[in-house]
Every structure is written in structure tokens, then in C-alpha cells.
């Protein structure tokens, strides 16, 4: 590290909440379900959605109607844009969004939403020796998900999908949604330290210039981590030292 890092920018699924997983059911259900579609409409089908390959190239850390493009590319599926407004049933980008949010609210609600409580445990340290912290993410649950799991207060900034959308802010693997973080923590991105799991927010972080890009080993492995752009790869934040 060049800079004494005085600030750190948090994403959420996947370092702070173990929404990552159910995150992928829910994509998991999406594609699935619009597979059988085509099938019963006389379509070719495509090669099933794997959470393991597909959830971390095409999805992982993007924002949903992004990743929906990204997948369907991969099976060279072209479908119309529609709008945000567009009923879960209908074959558009906006529709398989708002399909997957349906999916995913259910899940949430039938397993409840898990902690880091590791990495929860150290960013309170860490708060208490007054670095600034901020928490990012490319969903629209966001506050949701803060609320539910009563760790709202850790943060003193929130840029997540619903902030993104209204104010036009790119999402990964561009380092916008960072950048935003740290100018509303009035600190420069070179004495900013970033957290992610996902391979597009690691990039994201490289991008944007930060000291400190952290990786932690979760949907990704630890040398895909380092290899797009993470300083480090650990398990959880008690491996990640300061200054």
C-alpha cells in the first residue's frame, strides 16, 4: 500500500451477507423455467445455466438486467429490451429481471438472510479506529437486505442499484459505483480500500485506482481473484491488515 488507507467500501452479497447463494438459485429458477418455455413453444433449448461455470462469468457483482443480457449472448438468445415496467411473464430483458427479483424475495423469505460474522466482527474494529466505510452493491434490495440483517448502521453511505438507477451510475466491472462511494466519503479512491468477491468487482476496483483491492475467496477462486485485479485473496477480513 503507497497511501494509509482511511477508508473502506464494502460489497454486500457475498463479503458481508451470504445472499450470494440464494442469489444464484434464484438465477438458477430464471433460466431454468424460460428453458422449459421455449421448449413447450417449440424453441430450441439451451444448455442449462450452471451456478458453478455461468453464475461467476456472466452474473456474479453485474446488475440484473446486465447479467441477463450476458448470459442469453452466451447462448446467442437475442431478446427485446422491454421496459422496467414489464409483467414477470413477459419475454423481455426488464421481464426476466423482474422474474428473477420474484425469485429471489421468495427465496430470502424462506431462509432468511445469513452474516459474515467474521468479517461483520472486523469492520466494527475497524470503524471504531475511525475508517469511514460504505457498502456498494448492483441490487436493487439492498436496503432490503441491511435492514433484515440489522447491520444498517455500520455504514455511512449505501450505492446500490436503486442510487445506480437514479443517478445513471455504470455498473461493473466499470469502478463507477466505487468512485461514487468514495466521493460521498469525501476520501480519494488511492486511500480507499475496496472488498469483493466477484471477479467484475475486482476489475472494477483495479479500474478505478484504488490502494487496496481485496478479494475474498468465495463464488471465485483465489488466483481468478488476482489475476483480475485483486492485491489480495483471503478467506475473510481477519487476514487483511491496515496500514
Not at 53 to 63: E, T
Not at 197 to 203: K, M, N, P
Amino acid at each position: 500500500m503507497k497511501n494509509k488507507i482511511i477508508a473502506a467500501i464494502f460489497d454486500l452479497d457475498g463479503v458481508l451477507t451470504r445472499t450470494a447463494v440464494q442469489h444464484a438459485k434464484a438465477w438458477k429458477q430464471l433460466f431454468d423455467a424460460y428453458n422449459e418455455q421455449r421448449k413447450e413453444e417449440g424453441e430450441q433449448p439451451f444448455e442449462d445455466f450452471s451456478i458453478e461455470i455461468d453464475y461467476p462469468k456472466y452474473i456474479d457483482g453485474i446488475p440484473r438486467y446486465d447479467g441477463i443480457r450476458n448470459f442469453l449472448q452466451s447462448r446467442n438468445i437475442e431478446l427485446p429490451e422491454g421496459n422496467e415496467s414489464d409483467e414477470p411473464n413477459e419475454l423481455t430483458i426488464r421481464g426476466l429481471g423482474n422474474k428473477k427479483n420474484e425469485f429471489f424475495l421468495k427465496v430470502i423469505e424462506e431462509e432468511g438472510v445469513e452474516v459474515f460474522e467474521k468479517n461483520i466482527d472486523q469492520i466494527k474494529k475497524w470503524k471504531a479506529e475511525g475508517v469511514k466505510t460504505a457498502v456498494i452493491s448492483s441490487s436493487k434490495n439492498c436496503k432490503k437486505i441491511l435492514e433484515v440483517t440489522g447491520i444498517e448502521e455500520l455504514f455511512e453511505t449505501r450505492i446500490d442499484g436503486v442510487v445506480s438507477k437514479e443517478r445513471n451510475i455504470k455498473g461493473k466491472p466499470s469502478p463507477d459505483i466505487f468512485l461514487a462511494a468514495a466521493k460521498e466519503l469525501g476520501v480519494d479512491p488511492e486511500e480507499s480500500m475496496i472488498v469483493e468477491d466477484a471477479i467484475a468487482g475486482v476489475e472494477a476496483g483495479s479500474a478505478g485506482g484504488f490502494g487496496l483491492v481485496v478479494g475474498i475467496v468465495n463464488g471465485a477462486s483465489k488466483e481468478e481473484l488476482l489475476k483480475n485485479g485483486a492485491d489480495l485473496a483471503v478467506q475473510d477480513l481477519t487476514d487483511v491488515k491496515l496500514n
